[in-house]
T-cell receptor
Framework: GQQLNQSPQSMFIQEGEDVSMNCTSS?????WLWYKQDPGEGPVLLIA?????ELTSNGRLTAQFGITRKDSFLNISASIPSDVGIYFC???????????FGGGTRLMVKP | ETGVTQSPTHLIKTRGQQVTLRCSSQ?????VSWYQQALGQGPQFIFQ???????GRGNFPPRFSGLQFPNYSSELNVNALELDDSALYLC???????????????FGPGTRLLVL
């Protein structure tokens, strides 16, 4: 089945630093999504990407949909303590609303 | 607050038992998807319900079954529980058209199931 490989698995950074994480797939996706999950909560959508090559920002977050449609990255600029959490990429291939998730990147921010 | 609620929040069962988890979708959403999230992993798609019928299924055995009711709320049933079924079970509600049409999935907080 489809698999999304997300890296890095975890990051421990200083407040104010920029962060980059990425996701690769063996299959093509038509939509890439980035979610954040806090402890005890479900994932919350951060950014949705709908076209190959698309670059989209949401505040300090920027994500890009790879040209090959097999990868995506998420950047967080000037990290703050509330950025702590687990970030997931997810792909959709027109199969309704079924999402395939990556394994997650755990972000820790040191004040 | 996504407007998606799940019950119970936590549950402990023993191997071989059966469990029912419940989900109330956000107002106006007619599609409910269920995901299993094992500790330290990303969510895995179990199945999706639209207008009270299963509308897609992931790689899960038949002992995972579901229902959707006329008010679009949903249940996930798991029979003959195994130790590996221990996980966070997430429900997500949305419209049916998919994320390409801007249909965002809103996740509930999940039900944490422990099988002993």
């Amino acid at each position: 089945g489809q698999q999304l490989n997300q890296s890095p698995q975890s990051m421990f950074i200083q407040e104010g630093e920029d962060v980059s994480m990425n996701c690769t797939s063996s299959s093509i996706f038509n939509t890439w999504l980035w979610y954040k999950q806090d402890p005890g909560e479900g994932p919350v959508l951060l950014i949705a990407l709908y076209k190959a090559g698309e670059l989209t920002s949401n505040g300090r977050l920027t994500a890009q949909f790879g040209i090959t449609r097999k990868d995506s990255f998420l950047n967080i600029s000037a990290s703050i303590p509330s950025d702590v959490g687990i970030y997931f990429c997810a792909g959709n291939n027109n199969a309704g609303n079924m999402l395939t998730f990556g394994g997650g990147t755990r972000l820790m921010v040191k004040p | 607050e996504t407007g998606v609620t799940q019950s119970p929040t936590h549950l402990i069962k023993t191997r071989g038992q059966q469990v029912t988890l419940r989900c109330s979708s956000q107002s106006g959403h007619n599609t409910v998807s269920w995901y299993q999230q094992a500790l330290g992993q990303g969510p895995q798609f179990i199945f999706q319900y639209y207008r009270e019928e299963e509308n897609g299924r992931g790689n899960f055995p038949p002992r995972f079954s579901g229902l959707q009711f006329p008010n679009y709320s949903s249940e996930l049933n798991v029979n003959a529980l195994e130790l590996d079924d221990s996980a966070l079970y997430l429900c997500a509600s949305s419209g049916r058209r998919g994320p390409q049409r801007g249909e965002t999935q809103y996740f509930g907080p999940g039900t944490r199931l422990l099988v002993l």
